[in-house]
């Protein structure tokens, strides 16, 4: 063998360490890639789910200050003016169906979910009948503590 075709010989051999290097840096970074598309997609539900809670938060602390009015003018003229922002996601069609007596047919689940923050649309008098209490427990998603032996229902 020629010095010239040792030296050729060393090169590919080189070359050849070189792109195996190469094929193994590329799978690195192929797994970097993915485990970075991995924390996106926690950073994103990390942030939804923030969202979610500030925006009840701030529901609440409105539900809080429409409380404190509806309660002075309650007091007055039995006249709520502030309704209360919806604070619990999706919808309490099983809690208002819970509440039925035994020879009611269940409701059927609303149409389309209220989103948080919304407030029913329904009129209310002072004095609610059955079937309106029914409705915003499956527009708020709760049973606001109502027992069956309080005889609402």
Do not use: W
């Not at 922002?85 to 609303?110: S, Y």
């Amino acid at each position: 063998m020629t010095r010239f075709q040792a030296m050729e010989q060393m090169m590919r051999e080189r070359f050849a360490a070189i792109e195996d290097r190469i094929g193994g840096v590329e799978g690195e970074i192929a797994e970097i890639k993915n485990k970075i598309t991995g924390v996106e997609g926690q950073i994103t539900q990390m942030n939804e789910a923030f969202q979610l809670s500030e925006l009840r938060q701030r529901c609440d602390v409105e539900n809080t200050r429409f409380r404190a009015v509806n309660l002075r003018r309650d007091s007055v003229d039995r006249v709520f003016t502030h309704r209360m922002k919806k604070t619990v996601p999706g919808q309490g069609t099983d809690l208002a169906n819970d509440r039925l007596p035994n020879n009611c047919q269940p409701l059927v689940p609303l149409p389309n979910t209220p989103d948080l923050g919304t407030v029913p649309t329904l009129n209310l008098n002072a004095q609610p009948s059955h079937d309106q209490i029914l409705m915003l427990i499956q527009f708020y998603n709760e049973s606001f503590d109502i027992r069956d032996d309080d005889g609402i229902f």
